[in-house]
């Protein structure tokens, strides 16, 4: 099943200000007070890599970057970590975009999980060079969680591109 | 004449570049952050970036804590204020010797001549939240510099050392737990006095006494008192009881593991102590600079 197999809708153009708001959200979302629990989804790197894969004249390195830092800032991590990560994880994406699109959501699903999972791996080093401790496999658990989540994330980021149906005669699509 | 492809085909430097710069940019920090810690400044307008998002992300757990606040109901309000009343009986008792003791204590300080130790003064406050970095033990605690809370600052509850203030932003503070892996105590054994460092065991939750040799004196379920001589801490309150010991003579060092006595991981109030700042200058800096002469002379004897 590929980008031709099954009829595609036209999409809106973006607002930029839509984008902002659901990175933002992410961010609500990863600095949520329910840290004692491992395995929770990165959820700005998802949506960094969604915006990354949709929209990459929109979006790119530099902004998955300062996201970075801010994470880096609320999580009392060390400074550049996350940002190191997501300028990594943001440049594959963009670099993939072309290629990923053409899966259905669940492939493109496989696709995002070795992206964030080359990231996590990253932070993982970087932590481990600064002297820090491995942290156990369920460090890995929230990955998979946030690939199984893309198909999900894909169909309600996109929901305000997509224009109500509405059959017209005189209009060819 | 040179042919320039139009504007609207322009996308700025390639990824890879930008990566690269990008990359480096993040290394340097990581370097400043981890060995200099010069970038804390940038991490404080950061953190102000953050600290917004940190506050709406922790309003619903404190609406939801404050509902169900409300919602006690009144029996278990009572058990537990005779609960507290059968305690308070109990605690009464110990209280009264503890008046005892520490007036003769002082008496016995005065004695000896020796100075006395000022009682401190200490902020309450509340654990906020887990930090979020699966690599370090922190807390962060709803109190920060317009409390007057500084960096260094010792952490306590009611029964022992939780750890140390670390990072201090305008409202909040992050506290760094004894159990962190980067964490060091200085302590005393109880029983003889002997003193060591006592390292934090990481992930695991537990504490190391290292560099003890093989034969040191210390034993099974010993209690490990802060030593004081940091100038941090104030000396006498507990910090781990020591669970199990490991004396291997084909290594050098006994690797002694303790358990914290504080509830590290359990409470949500502590109690932040304020620095003891009354210590003469440590004679470091006297000695460099004296010791410079000798040294200069050294060397021309060697020419």
Request: aromatic letters at 8%.
């Amino acid at each position: 099943m590929s980008l031709y197999d099954q009829p595609q809708r036209i999409l809106l153009p973006v607002k930029v200000g839509y984008m902002v708001l659901t990175l933002v959200l992410a961010l609500l979302f990863n600095l949520l007070p329910w840290r004692d629990l491992t395995g929770l989804p990165d959820m700005v790197a998802l949506v960094l890599t969604f915006w990354c894969v949709h929209q990459p004249r929109r979006i790119g390195i530099g902004i998955a970057w300062f996201v970075g830092l801010v994470m880096d800032a609320g999580d009392g991590a060390l400074l550049g970590q996350h940002a190191f990560a997501y300028a990594f994880l943001a440049f594959a994406a963009v670099s993939l975009h072309r290629r990923i699109l053409w899966f259905s959501p669940w492939r493109q699903a496989a696709h995002v999980l070795v992206l964030l999972l080359a990231s996590q791996m990253l932070m993982l080093a970087v932590r481990i060079v600064a002297g820090g401790a491995f942290p156990g496999l369920a460090y890995f658990a929230g990955t998979f969680i946030a690939a199984a989540l893309w198909p999900i994330a894909s169909f309600l980021l996109l929901l305000p591109q997509r224009r109500p149906e509405s059959v017209d005669e005189n209009r060819p699509i | 004449m040179d042919y320039q492809p139009p504007p609207f085909f322009s996308r700025g430097p390639a990824p890879l570049v930008r990566l690269a710069f990008f990359v480096c940019l993040a290394v340097l920090l990581m370097v400043l952050d981890a060995r200099f810690r010069y970038a804390e400044s940038l991490r404080q307008v950061i953190a102000l970036l953050a600290y917004p998002l940190q506050r709406v992300a922790l309003a619903p757990g404190e609406l939801f804590g404050a509902t169900a606040g409300f919602f006690t109901t009144q029996v278990s309000l009572k058990q537990e204020n005779e609960q507290l009343k059968a305690k308070q009986l109990l605690a009464a008792n110990e209280l009264l010797t503890l008046e005892a003791l520490r007036s003769e204590n002082a008496q016995l300080r005065r004695l000896l001549q020796a100075r006395e130790r000022l009682p401190r003064e200490s902020t309450l406050a509340e654990i906020l939240y887990q930090g979020r970095d699966p690599f370090s033990r922190k807390v962060i605690i709803d109190k920060g510099r317009q409390q007057g809370i500084q960096p260094g600052q010792a952490v306590i509850d009611d029964i022992g050392v939780v750890g140390q203030v670390t990072r201090v932003y305008p409202l909040l503070s992050e506290v760094t737990l004894i159990t962190d892996k980067e964490q060091r105590t200085p302590v005393q054994v109880v029983r003889n006095g002997l003193r060591a460092i006592l390292y934090g065991g990481g992930d695991r939750g537990t504490l190391e006494l290292t560099y003890m040799a093989t034969n040191a004196d210390v034993l099974a379920d010993d209690v490990l008192v802060t030593s004081g001589i940091d100038g941090i801490y104030p000396p006498g309150l507990p910090v781990a009881k020591v669970s199990r010991i490991e004396q291997d003579a084909a290594y050098s060092f006994a690797k002694i593991t303790c358990v914290p006595t504080a509830g590290t991981d359990q409470n949500r109030q502590v109690l932040v102590l304020s620095q003891e700042m009354n210590l003469p200058a440590a004679p470091v800096e006297a000695e460099s600079v004296a010791g410079k002469l000798p040294k200069q002379k050294r060397v021309k004897k060697r020419e």
